[in-house]
């Protein structure tokens, strides 16, 4: 099973609202990942979690606050977003943050900030 | 700088017309290629992992092949369900350890 999942599926806010998104796997994964896409683009990297520890962030603006409550969930958490902002955001996983290993995406969350 | 280059950015292929897709790279060292496929609106799904030059996966009408400097998927007599956006990402031995770096993918449409 390689599963990851993500709630919601879609997301309408504006820009003073603060909400957040989820991501969830049980593949006993330690590794964990968000991502940015925008249309017709590839997925942009923004933060990975290695055993629950923030690893890299890709100089993404502090708007976008990351969590990663357990080894199982990871959550990002926006405040104060952009229309520019709007997107498809990736969770994706990893057995571990070793090179080579592959990164499994869950469906993403369609995010509209008007 | 580590680079990946896709062509063609799209392909229309008849049902059972078969074709290759092109993943060119540019890195430091590679340490692996990988194929996903994307649906409009939905997240990546992963195809394979390819990590060194002369390696080859397959799976279905899919098989993927890997040089020095290029990957190619190859798609063997594609029906329309085949229909999707391929992204090829590669890992390199610089910078983050895990970092995928992806081209811009190759919009395929299978017409019946």
């Known amino acids: 099973d390689t599963e990851v999942t993500q709630t919601p599926k879609h997301l309408v806010m504006g820009m003073t609202n603060k909400k957040s998104l989820k991501c969830e796997q049980h593949?006993?994964?330690?590794?964990m990942y968000w991502y940015k896409q925008k249309a017709k683009k590839p997925p942009e990297l923004m933060f990975v979690?290695?055993?629950?520890?923030?690893?890299i962030n890709e100089s993404v603006p502090s708007r976008f606050s990351p969590e990663c409550p357990n080894s199982s969930l990871l959550n990002l958490h926006l405040h104060a977003l952009q229309p520019e902002d709007s997107a498809l955001y990736l969770c994706?996983?990893?057995?571990?943050?070793?090179?080579?290993?592959?990164?499994?995406f869950g469906p993403g969350t369609r995010l509209l900030v008007l | 700088e580590d680079q990946v280059t896709q062509s063609p950015e799209a392909l229309r292929l008849q049902e059972g017309e078969s074709s290759s897709l092109n993943c060119s790279y540019t890195?430091?060292?590679?340490?692996?290629l990988f194929w996903y496929r994307q649906d409009p609106g939905k997240g990546p799904e992963f195809l394979f992992t390819?990590?060194?030059a002369g390696e080859e996966k397959e799976k279905e009408r899919l098989k993927a092949t890997l040089t020095k400097k290029e990957s190619f998927l190859h798609i063997t007599a594609p029906k329309p369900e085949d229909s999707a956006t391929y992204l090829c990402?590669?890992?390199?031995?610089?910078?983050?350890?895990?970092?995928?770096?992806f081209g811009t993918g190759t919009l395929l449409a299978v017409q019946p």
């Open positions: 890195v430091s060292g590679l340490r692996g």
């Open positions: 994706a996983s990893s057995q571990d943050d070793r090179p080579q290993e592959t990164q499994y």
């Open positions: 593949m006993g994964h330690r590794a």
């Open positions: 390819l990590y060194s």
């Open positions: 979690y290695s055993y629950e520890k923030l690893s």
């Open positions: 990402a590669v890992q390199a031995s610089g910078g983050a350890t895990n970092k995928l770096i």
